[in-house]
């Protein structure tokens, strides 16, 4: 009997499921001894708790695909215009607590875990975290897809399935050290291996002409074909039953590859070869730009592109014959230029393919794309030298350039001979190295170009793309980025979320987030704010005990708890809060005892990755641990200063931090970072900001009221005219007093710190350490004073949380769905 003849019993198999799983106490124990005993493969009578992990892992699974079937039948049913997010990275942390709040069965697993005498909350320690991302990019994706999910929007992303995530740090005598990061090791519970999901991606080969029906078309003729392999990552909704799909790729060697080799009996090196295709989807690159014109990164995003094309056309064509209907059907969003292949390979596949006439498909292209950039200076974005495309994807080249060519017959019509303006705009950089300008076929083609905070946008407009938006300024819009409130409140800080709902008088915070605000009534209340103390006191607990373990420091909670935590870089400056520390350890060194008892206590919390080939933000490293050992071993300071730098920061990581802190630092050069959303979980989690007028600090000013957070520094506009000043803008005397003290040799490492104290002194100090030094240093005096009148400080932390109902990702959502990609929810009705 074939396949297809079979006719399955659907009464039989109905009878024979429960209609839904079941989510008692009894059953959830029933379904984690199951899994025990039949996944795991452990006896149900001896098992420990990473064991008991993945059994649990495996009975929430369970749950998540049953609701992940039916919100897919539906979808199909419904045939909705659906989102397709095209992300490179997805920075999703941990699954395991995420996925049972959202799925409302949080207690019930707690309950039926304490039966069998262990802790939910000891288990979800075992969990390692997904980390197929670098920073704010990637983890602003897993929020979005949190949201989407949330909002019962029809959507998809698709990424790459990397065998390696981001470096795991580790801190060798103050030095950083990068170590692969082995996530799949013991395997990876949420997600689903779709063996029977794969498309064969091509590459390299040559491109020839034929006559179809007597027109001429270009035929591709690749070299190679590498398998791509579906992966399923169910993302549940909160308080719904949709549950979407994260779709990544892994490479796999295509079955038809080098068949020569096998025919002519080399056979070892033909199975070698092979293994040879999987690299693609081996390691994530850390943000480096040494990628900058690799052919391997190539490779990687025209791998996921292709495959997610290939899916998503697929699924378009099982329901729909003609491409016409293309756009009210799909909308796809590149998630930085990384993706911005998939316009090229769009116009491949309707030209050479489908064989639609190209203006027809241009018009298909330019309906269905739009962008975000999240990089400020031109150089981040991203550029692929022409012969590495050429070689790699020979079709797409020509493709690119046909593109261009129209795009500068269409300029030169309002721009005429411009011929510096045609080159700024055009995709092509002439050059030594002639390259094309991914953003700039990005925009050429996206019908909407979006910004991630108003600076940010305001930037775009201003400089990096100012041609274009003289052109096309429509296409330009502002999406200020968000979180989601379930991971960075509801997950990571259980007591605020049970004090917000309690004054609230409601959990509906939890999918409206503009609910918050109502807190504002109560930020004077003394019951809220003993309350709000105890949670406070309570995180901090929780964070100095994770602190004396990993750094064996030893913290005061009446500390003010002081952090910084995001990747390393010379303009998020982490060199000035450093100097900041000396200068105020060497203010402690030179007190009387009677001054000192006026003195603030503080922890400096420390914590982010360097991208393994940045010597500066290695240094600063180094910096932060020579500082640390002086400071912490100083009979003279004690517990008015301690510095602590946190190893290996991850998104679990910041889940813990992040509750605990009291100040966090975000002291970005004005004009340098796009938005920022590390801010924005510190808000949601009352902590207090100490921030320049840059990114999404300035629209957060603006939520909470200047006066409740601690802003300074040069403003945006003042940047350049410091900046035309150069070496003759000097710090304060401050300033060349703490740099004296690094290159002195006071923390040791005299000549490795030199080039640091030289970038700030004789370098130009290109991101304005020494001008805003001063301001930094009274913003930090005022943060002081207001930690000693508790009641403000806690009044101030109410109102922080308060106003971070715009920063929820939701609302950068919604605003997506209506702005940019014309979707509507479609909510699973079980
Ligand atoms: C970040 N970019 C921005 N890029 O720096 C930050 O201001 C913003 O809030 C965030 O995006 C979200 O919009 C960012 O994280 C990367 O990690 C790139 C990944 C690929 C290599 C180059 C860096």
């Given amino acids: 009997m074939k396949l297809g003849d079979r006719k399955p019993k659907v009464e039989k198999m109905f009878g024979l499921m429960d209609e839904f799983l079941k989510n008692d106490s009894?059953?959830?124990q029933k379904d984690i001894l199951d899994h025990v005993e039949f996944t795991v493969a452990r006896s149900r009578f001896s098992f420990d708790d990473f064991e008991a992990y993945q059994a649990l892992a495996h009975s929430v699974r369970d749950r998540l695909i049953e609701r992940w079937h039916d919100t897919h039948q539906y979808f199909k049913k419904k045939d909705p215009k659906r989102i397709y997010f095209l992300s490179l990275e997805f920075l999703m942390g941990r699954s395991l607590t995420n996925s049972v709040t959202n799925l409302g069965i949080q207690d019930q697993y707690a309950d039926a875990l304490t039966q069998l005498g262990f802790e939910f909350e000891v288990l979800a320690e075992q969990e390692g975290d997904a980390a197929l991302g670098n920073g704010g990019l990637a983890r602003f994706a897993a929020c979005q897809m949190d949201s989407l999910?949330?909002?019962?929007?029809?959507?998809w992303g698709y990424g790459l399935r990397y065998q390696y995530g981001l470096f795991r740090q580790i801190i060798v005598d103050g030095f950083q050290h990068e170590q692969p990061d082995f996530w799949l090791n013991f395997g990876n519970p949420w997600e689903i291996e779709r063996v029977h999901v794969s498309y064969p991606v091509k590459f390299y080969g040559t491109v020839e002409e034929e006559v179809l029906n007597g027109r001429k078309c270009k035929i591709w003729i690749p070299g190679e074909s590498v398998e791509a392999v579906a992966y399923d990552n169910p993302i549940p909704g909160y308080g719904t039953r949709n549950a979407i799909n994260l779709r990544l790729w892994a490479a796999k060697p295509s079955d038809q590859y080098d068949m020569e080799s096998?025919?002519?009996?080399?056979?070892?090196?033909?199975?070698?070869?092979?293994q040879k295709a999987e690299t693609i989807s081996n390691v994530l690159y850390p943000d480096d730009r040494s990628y900058q014109g690799k052919e391997l990164r190539l490779k990687q995003q025209y791998f996921f592109v292709s495959a997610s094309l290939q899916d998503i056309m697929r699924r378009f064509k099982d329901l729909h014959r003609s491409f016409d209907e293309f756009p009210e059907k799909v909308a796809l969003q590149i998630n930085d230029t990384h993706p911005s292949i998939s316009i090229a390979e769009v116009m491949r596949v309707l030209v050479d393919e489908e064989h639609l006439d190209w203006s027809k498909a241009w018009d298909i292209a330019c309906r269905i794309f739009s962008v975000t950039i999240h990089a400020v200076q031109p150089e981040g974005l991203e550029k692929i030298p022409v012969d590495l495309l050429g070689s790699v994807l020979p079709r797409h080249l020509e493709i690119i350039y046909e593109i261009n060519y129209r795009l500068m017959e269409e300029l030169k019509k309002s721009f005429g001979q411009d011929y510096d303006k045609l080159s700024r705009m055009s995709i092509i950089e002439e050059g030594a190295v002639k390259s094309i300008r991914m953003a700039n076929l990005s925009l050429a083609c996206c019908h909407t170009v979006n910004g991630v905070s108003r600076v940010h946008l305001e930037t775009l407009k201003t400089r990096v793309f100012k041609d274009f938006y003289a052109l096309w300024p429509q296409k330009f819009q502002c999406k200020t980025n968000g979180v989601t409130q379930r991971r960075w409140i509801v997950v990571s800080n259980p007591s605020l979320c049970s004090i917000i709902s309690k004054w609230l008088g409601t959990e509906a915070w939890i999918r409206n987030v503009d609910l918050i605000a109502g807190l504002r009534e109560y930020a004077k209340d003394p019951d809220l704010h003993t309350e709000w103390k105890n949670m406070k006191r309570v995180n901090k607990m929780r964070l100095a005990e994770y602190i004396e373990t990993l750094t064996s420091v030893k913290v005061s909670l009446d500390a003010m708890f002081d952090v910084q935590i995001k990747r390393i870089h010379e303009y998020k400056r982490q060199l000035l809060n450093m100097l900041g520390i000396i200068h105020r350890y060497d203010c402690i060194k030179n007190m009387d005892e009677s001054d000192k008892r006026r003195v603030v206590p503080r922890v400096c919390i420390i914590g982010g990755k360097a991208a393994p080939g940045y010597e500066v933000a290695k240094k600063i490293i180094k910096l932060c641990h020579a500082v640390a050992d002086k400071?912490?071993?100083?009979?003279?300071?004690?517990?008015?200063?301690?510095?602590?730098?946190?190893?290996?920061?991850?998104?679990?990581?910041?889940?813990?931090?992040i509750p605990g802190s009291d100040l966090s630092q975000h002291l970005s050069t004005a004009g340098h970072e796009a938005s920022g959303t590390g801010c924005m979980k510190f808000l949601m989690n009352g902590c207090l900001l100490l921030a320049t007028a840059d990114g999404s600090a300035v629209e957060i000013a603006e939520e909470i009221g200047a006066e409740n957070m601690f802003l300074f520094g040069a403003k945006v506009d003042e940047v350049p005219a410091l900046r035309e000043k150069g070496t003759t803008l000097k710090g304060s005397l401050q300033f060349a007093r703490v740099v004296r003290m690094v290159r002195d040799g006071y923390f040791g490492f005299k000549d490795y710190f030199k080039s640091l104290c030289d970038i700030v002194e004789d370098g130009g100090d290109f991101y304005l350490l020494g001008y805003d030094f001063a301001s930094y240093l009274e913003a930090q005096a005022a943060a002081d004073r207001a930690f000693v009148d508790q009641e403000k400080w806690t009044q101030m932390s109410i109102l922080s949380t308060a106003g971070s109902g715009k920063f929820s990702s939701d609302r950068t959502i919604e605003e997506y769905a209506q702005q940019s990609w014309g979707i509507e929810p479609c909510k699973c009705p079980f």
Wanted: hydrophobic share 45%; net charge negative; charged share 20%.
């Fill in 26 to 28: 009894i059953s959830l």
């Fill in 149 to 155: 999910a949330t909002l019962d929007y029809p959507a």
């Fill in 262 to 274: 096998y025919t002519t009996g080399d056979y070892i090196n033909a199975i070698v070869n092979r």
């Fill in 631 to 657: 400071v912490n071993n100083d009979p003279d300071v004690g517990d008015l200063l301690k510095v602590v730098f946190i190893p290996d920061y991850n998104v679990s990581v910041a889940e813990l931090v």
